[in-house]
């Protein structure tokens, strides 16, 4: 079985439903039957086109859209203004990750952010309908429902925690539809060639099966909208589309910005965990990957292993990595270049995937036959086209002695067979005309000499689900040649994210999967919290992260790698992520698997209770170790004698930062190993601003009292004070934040120069 959409699942009910939108696009033209929806409407105007669609499908409007960039807004903010006009419109909107410029209180974070967000978002149209959530006045005819929330931003905003679904990424459609849906929309790429062609682009997730479910809906007007959007980049594959897919076409020819993501500052803590991570990678494997900033520390140590694997070895060395968790590495990942390369299946394609792209890591290439993958993976054969292809694939009873013409379809499809080899009354047609009898074992040599192409076609590189990501990312992707894009397979998430498409399939294009994510905390027991709180304020959302975990234990050979930082600093007082128990548990402890923190690995899996909380105790800081040690033995986990060995009881951020402090005047583990969006003065801002945020009032008074005391020139501070418009106080306020901001850049300034 392969995943293409059209074909008849083997099986009714979820099964069946999931098996049917894992497939591809060749027969996934969703073409309305109904003579209503024949034509598609086209329009020049969001205004006009949402009016249009409230007649059609009436006053009561449930719109589901895409998450992330793929929110068509033109569309969202017309049909908001009307409903906000008009109280007799119910307009219900289900998406998840709303991306829009944080409303900025602090004059400090105006100053400081306003500039920033200016050069990274230009003219990006936030939701109408955010600014009235985040300030809770969204008016009752209204309501806006999320499954994925941008994470920490709605904490105590009771408008949003009542109104958000707690979904996994592969129930979001059968979660949405609970709710009378009637209209889906999401923001497309137009084609250059061809104008009744557009890509999906961003969100390949979940249209198809969303667009199917909402056409068997016989009895209900219904309306399935692409908004166009030219800065989008044109995806191939299955994000490919014909306008008749849609209900509603809207191309205003006015094409704004896309949400670009900021590029975060890496810690020593980051750094650490990005390496032990990188060393469970096995080459000629998979790899999966989660948004933020240990995704970007795992794709960085990733790169130094292959590019720079002399100097990786000696960190590994200086953290006696081996003497400490050799055995788990050995067992499980390995350290040396990537000389197969990995191939990502993730439902989400970010920056880090293109790094490992472009350092040469993500260099093995899948294909959707499974005889063809297994010989592969076997190294039976190569993707360059040899002499011995065609016996080795008529031993495995791939192709048949005598040719047919699904085998000739099969050789031509992959590459093995020149495209312009035909197939004719039990005979190859060459281009010349002449012909060659379709059987092996009379004509093989003419067939090897005449007919063999010299490379495999149709590898992918990357299936992926959605996108998101940097500026340069986009720019990256719309700049990528077709022969390279093509290998970047935007799909269902339903192939991404579960096994239900081919088992077998994903078996061996998923060999050795590292399925990677973080998480807030983690208990003792192997429970893991990613998405919310003890009382039950929603931090995001579940996403993936449960489907993940759940494939790497029924997937041969693949493991769920989870990071997370040993500790977390509230209102400058440190607290330990690693905890007894926690009420709030996103992940059970029957699917506990690798943990990860700055202080190394603990494999957790398929091990007893007392096994665990040895491993986990292990990469704990041991400022809290002793007083987990004693609740397990309280609590009968551990032996009343047992101790924690001596190796592991050095786990402070004094044993730790100076190695990588080391490390970053050699060039490594940068703080902003890709790049940073701020300007280098406007990194020393950023820290002193965030100094100053997290400082106690006691702190903050005792500094106002030094800063009125300081008679520091102005002059070294000159280009600081200009970038935030303070070089010239105009009252008290400002004066008193300039004098703020020099003794704290002072401070830091010394610190660094120590």
Known sequence: MDFRLGAKPRASGAYGLYVSIARGRKQQRLKFKREEYMTTCFNNDYDTAAQKIIERVGKNVVIAVALGIGKPIGLLNALYKIAVADKSIQLTIITGLTLARPLLHNELEKRFIGPILERLLT???DPLYERDRVLQRVPDNIKVIEFFLAPGKYLHNSYVQQNYISSKYTSVIQDSLHYPVNVFAQQVAPSKTQTSQYSLSSNTDLFYEMAKRLKQAE????????????????????????????????????YHALFALPRDELSAQDHLIGLYTSSLIKDDGCLQIGIGKLSNAVANALIMRHKNNTVYQELLQQLAVTEKFGADIAAIGTTGIFEQGLYASTEMLSDEFLYLYNAGILKRRVYDHIGLQRLLNKRLITEKITPDYIDILAENKIIKQKLTAADIRFLRKFGIFKHDITYHSNSLVLPSGEMIAADLSLSKLKIIKECLGDHLKTGKLIHAGFFIGTKNFYRELKSLPHEELQQMDMTSIVRTNTLLGSYKLAKLQRQYARFINS???????????????????????????????????????????????????????????????????????????IVITEYGIADCRSKTDAEVIKALLNVTDSRFQQELLKKSKVFGKLPPDYEIPKMFQNNYPSAIEPIIAKMQLQGYCKPYPFGSDLTEDEMVIERALLYLKDCSKLKLIILMALSFLSFSSDEKYKQYLLRMQLEQPKNIQEWIYKKLLQQVIGYQLQVKSK
């Open 519 to 593: 998480v807030m905390m983690v208990t003792l027991g192997g429970g893991l919290v990613s998405d919310g709180l003890k009382d039950l304020q929603e931090v995001s959302g579940v996403g993936g992260q449960f489907d993940f975990v759940n494939m790497a234990q029924n997937l041969e050979n693949s493991r769920s790698i989870i990071n997370c930082r040993s500790t977390k600093k509230i209102k400058n007082k440190t607290i330990s992520n690693i905890v007894w128990d926690y009420p709030n548990l996103t992940i059970p402890r029957y699917l506990r698997d």
């Open 219 to 254: 009895d209900k007007k219904i309306a399935i909208v692409a908004e166009v959007n030219a800065n989008l980049p044109f995806m191939t594959g299955d994000a490919i589309v014909k306008s008749d897919v849609f209900t509603d076409v809207i191309d205003t020819g006015n």
């Open 123 to 125: 003219d990006y149209e």
